[in-house]
């Protein structure tokens, strides 16, 4: 017979156990999958809205070209460490756990942004300057790696099979929100300050505010649970040589990660990050219009990912992705082409590129996560996504720029074309995955 004092014990034991396995709320879940992704974008990005400015400061005077070269030249140097977080830490998710690996890569890009605020100009410091923005960029792109893979296997493990895609939307929702924090504080500073005063110090207010919502996310993050995916796995044993099991047992579904990401890559950098800078410069529009459009846009864009999330778990994943393929590779050239300075006109160019690019978007992450089993799920998302990332988003702004300084720049108007045809075979050829457990 057993005591009261035991019995008291059992009774406290189970309702621990109770507590500890009650389901997390939906809205729980998606915030904490979501906030830090929201301030790791917010820092990434703002490198790419606001180099116009800074990138004169980090290099010895001379030609604006040449120094806004060398700018986005290290912004693609911190793209090749992207496959390298993907890897390094998609093993470290996939070893010690999601919720650890999202504390790890928040702080990473927080510290790079903190870095690039405060680093002197190269007036001050000389070669230390761009030598500390290559530092700083290498380490937010090992961050960025992570982030991705980390992030896309929390919200798709937690999430129902029924509602997979709807979870999974705000991945791009919260990425969405930080690239649109970015743009909203650009239209801000460039309504507020001189040109002069922008260049000069204006630039550093986004990098400081990029490292103290940093310190935000963490706060967040730290109350995340694990998911019951990643625990059921760990039980089981984890991988000891993950990439090798990835490749040796799931070459079929790296390929497909790679041939998902190339037309998507050049989605997202030419109509998230670069259209204000291509406009601003080649077309002779004002930046406050530029950012102003660019801004709107992005609203819209953040606004259809539930909207999109949802209709994939109705209709599937694929009639999606072959629409947002096949219609990039119909209407892209054209209206790249006739690209003008009105708000108008950039405004549809950016809404063009923003809602179609929404219906992947906002099921990335579930059918990513749906290629691979739990034991290498963030290495085998982060791993090949990056490296795809690396090779051709890396270089997309750098391309762009070298080729409208020789007046040839429609050349990489084929180039996106071309990805978009290998991007839709690919969709044309997976199987669909709505609904399905995830293994």
């Not at 490292?211 to 996310?217: C, D, Q």
Request: net charge positive; hydrophobic share 50%.
């Amino acid at each position: 017979m057993s005591s009261p004092s035991a019995t008291l014990r059992s009774k406290q034991g189970a309702s621990a156990a109770s507590a500890s396995a009650a389901p997390v709320s939906r809205a729980r879940t998606i915030l904490a999958g979501s906030v830090g992704n929201a301030v790791e974008w917010f820092d990434w990005t703002i490198y790419a809205s606001f180099a116009i400015f800074f990138s004169s400061q980090f290099f010895p005077p001379g030609n604006e070209t040449t120094a806004l070269l060398a700018t986005f030249g290290i912004f693609a140097v911190g793209f090749f460490m992207r496959p390298v977080g993907g890897w390094v830490l998609g093993i470290f998710s996939d070893r010690y756990g999601r919720k650890a690996a999202l504390g790890l890569t928040i702080l990473m890009m927080a510290g790079g942004s903190l870095i690039i605020a405060i680093t002197p100009t190269y007036a001050t410091i000389g070669i230390a300057a761009p030598l500390l923005l290559t530092g700083a960029r290498l380490l937010q792109g090992l961050s960025l790696g992570g982030e991705y893979a980390s992030a896309t296997t929390f919200l798709a493990e937690m999430a129902p099979p029924e509602k997979r895609g709807f979870y999974s939307s705000f991945v791009f929702f919260s990425a969405a929100v930080g690239i649109l924090a970015a743009s909203a504080v650009g239209w801000i500073l460039t309504s507020t300050l001189t040109k002069a005063d922008m260049a000069s110090w204006g630039w550093r207010i986004p990098f400081l505010l990029g490292a103290l919502g940093g310190l935000t996310g963490m706060w967040i993050r730290r109350a995340i649970p694990e998911t019951e995916a990643f625990s059921h796995a760990k039980k089981a044993g984890v991988e000891k040589q993950p990439l090798r099991t990835l490749l040796r047992d799931h070459p079929r579904e790296v390929l497909r990660i790679v041939g998902f990401s190339v037309l998507t890559t050049f989605a997202f950098y030419i109509f998230v990050a670069y259209v204000p800078t291509y406009a601003i410069r080649q077309v002779g529009a004002d930046p406050k219009t530029a950012f102003a459009a660019n801004t709107v846009a992005l609203i819209v864009f953040m606004l259809v990912q539930p909207l999109f999330g949802i209709l994939s778990d109705r209709i599937g994943r694929k009639p999606q992705l072959i629409f947002f393929a096949t219609g990039y590779l119909v209407f892209f050239y054209p209206l790249m082409t006739t690209l003008g300075p009105s708000f108008g006109s950039i405004l549809a160019v950016e809404l063009f590129g923003l809602v179609l690019y929404a219906m992947y978007t906002a099921i990335a992450p579930a059918i990513m996560s749906e290629q691979f089993p739990t034991s290498v799920r963030a290495v085998g998302i982060g791993t090949p996504y990056n490296l795809v990332v690396a090779l051709l988003g890396g270089t997309t702004p750098y391309l762009l720029t070298w080729l409208q300084s020789k007046g040839m720049e429609r050349w990489f108007f084929y180039y996106v074309l071309a990805g978009a045809v290998i991007t839709l075979i690919t969709f044309i050829r997976m199987p669909e995955t709505k609904g399905q457990t995830l293994k």
